[in-house]
């Protein structure tokens, strides 16, 4: 999903419900992220969440980094990669946060591997899309395709995808351009996220190339090749790049050669 929809307030609740309903005797709950600050985005979510009610404040005891509920033995913790040790863990759910930013799995294997001993267990993410198409991330992302498709049968695994359409035949994307299909990567636009900075931010991309690929993966959950793109992709077909034919080149060299019939500006 995009940014700015309500991704970790949603991901918060999820695990306050395991933490106090799930019935899960000495209960584990994680949020993880690359870094421990980025995980405590979740757990302080969860946090306020408990200090706004008073039903839960009845239940759950609240400390800086940690949640926890007495008569059952459970706890709510946040996590990271630069955490002093992730051995040990008996884990009932992992949240991990922004997956995409994650240059590994290890994080989420970590996790994964602590909820062995779990009646069921949960594992979940939320994220924006990226750029790189080697991560756990997009290999996730293209799992979650497939099993949506029906190409995969996992009745384990859920997965939502907030995004602009692409034509199931071309592959080609919908116009990024018509504010209509914002809706469909920001199911928030509007209460969390506003209108006229997405369109401010919009206005920005289409005349500043370096800023698109940002505005595709951020306000758009879309996946690119790269974070930042140095030149216009229809500017480039405009300037009519056709292969030389010409053999001889300055220096004596001889090779074949691109050339741009007008200047490109």
Known sequence: MARK???????????LYLLVADGEPGAEIYTAATKRDQARIIFLESQRMVRQSPDLR????AFKDNLSVASTFSKYEPVGRDSDT??????HAGLVDELHAHPTGEMWDVLETGTGSRRQPLMATVTTAGSNRQSICYQFHDYTEKVLAGVVEDD??????????????????????????????NPNLGISKKAGDLRDKARKAKVMPSRLN?????????????????????????????????RSWPGGAAMAGWTC?????
């Not at 992730?86 to 884990?91: P, S």
């Not at 216009?232 to 292969?243: H, I, K, L, S, T």
Request: aromatic share 10%; with cysteine; proline share 3%.
């Open 156 to 185: 384990a695994w859920h997965g939502l995808i907030y995004s602009l359409d692409r034509d199931p035949v071309t592959g080609e994307l919908e116009d990024w351009e018509d504010e209509r299909a914002w809706r469909k990567a």
């Open 214 to 246: 940002v505005f595709l993966q951020k306000e758009l959950n879309i996946w690119t090749q790269a974070s930042t793109r140095w030149i216009d992709p229809e500017r480039w077909r405009a300037c009519n790049v056709r292969r030389s034919t010409r």
């Open 86 to 91: 992730l051995d040990g863990l008996n884990v």
């Open 5 to 15: 929809n309500g991704k970790s307030t949603m991901l918060a609740g999820v695990g």
């Open 261 to 265: 019939p007008r200047r490109w500006t």
């Open 58 to 61: 009845g239940v759950v005891a």
